[in-house]
C-alpha cells in the first residue's frame, strides 16, 4: 500500500531583492514555478528531490531523450519490483488464450473467468473440438463471449493442425494465428517464452506521449520508437512497469500527479490531481490497498503486501 508523503506546495524561488538604496522603488517580480513533489510515496527509496518539473526542451538530443526514459523505467523498477502480466496462466497455450480474451475487458474478469475454461478444455485439442454453446456459456462475463468463442476455438484449431498443438515461439508464427496480433504475439513471447517483447497497450500508448518518448500514434511506430530507447533485455520489463503505472497512477481521465512518485521526472505533471490527499484517493490495485487482478499472482507480490483478486462472483 503506498503511503503519502506531504507535498509541498509549489513554492515559488524569490529573486532576491534589496533594497539598496531609495532609488530602488520597487521589488523585482517574483516568479512562480510549478514544482513537483519531492516524494509522493514513501515506498519510493531515493526519490528525486523537489525540482522544477522537467519540460524537456523542443529540441532535446537524442542522448538525453534516451538517459530521461531509461531513468524513468529505473525509477518505475523501484515501484513495481513485483511487476508482471496480470494474466493467470500456467503455460503458452493458457496465456494466449487469456490475451485473446482480455480485448475490451479486464484482466482482472479474464482471471475470473478462465478457470471454468481451461478445467474443462485443457489442451487446444479439446477446445478446438468443444461444443461452441458451452464455450460461449463460460466466456459470457468476459463480454463479446460469440466473437471470443469463434476467436478461441478458431486458435485453438489452428494450433492442432499448423503446430502440433503446441504454441509456436516466433512472432512470425504466431501473428499467422486467427486473432493474434503483434500486441498478444509480444505478450506471449516476452511472458511465456522469455523473449523481449513491447506491449504497446492503450496504456503505454498514453504514457509515452506524456512523457513526450515519442509523438507517434501507430501502434506499430510507437513500437518501433520506443524500442529503440531502450535496449532488448529491457523490452519487457519495461512494457509491465508502464503499464502497471498507467492502471495505478497514471489514469486515462485523472492521473494522480500529487501521489506519482515520477513526478519529477514528468513533463506532463499537473495533468492530473495535484493535491496528495485526493490523488492518494484515485490509486488502484495494491496502491490503493486493494486486491490486485490475479487470482493466482507471483509470491513477489504478496510477499510487497499485495492480495490475489477474488474468484467470480466473490
Ligand atoms: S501521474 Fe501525472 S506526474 Fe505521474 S506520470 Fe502520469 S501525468 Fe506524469
Redesign the pocket.
Known sequence: MTKSAPVKKATAKKAAVKKASSAVKKPAPVKKAVV?PKKATAAVKGAPAAQPVAKPPKDESRTALVRRARRINRELAEVYPYAHPELDFDNPFQLVIATVLSAQTTDLRVNQTTPALFAKYPTPEDLAAANPEEVEEILRPTGFFRAKTKSVMGLSKALVEQFGGEVPGRLEDLVKLPGVGRKTAFVVLGNAFGRPGITVDTHFQR?VR??QWTDQTDPDKIEAAVGALFPKSDWTDLSHHVIW?GRR???ARK???GA?P??PL???????ETDPEKAKKLLKYEKGGFPGQRLKPPQSYIDAGGKPAPPLGA
Open positions: 513537483a504514457l506524456r512523457w503505472h497512477i497514471c489514469h492521473p494522480a500527479c506519482c515520477i513526478a514528468c513533463p506532463a505533471y499537473g495533468e492530473g
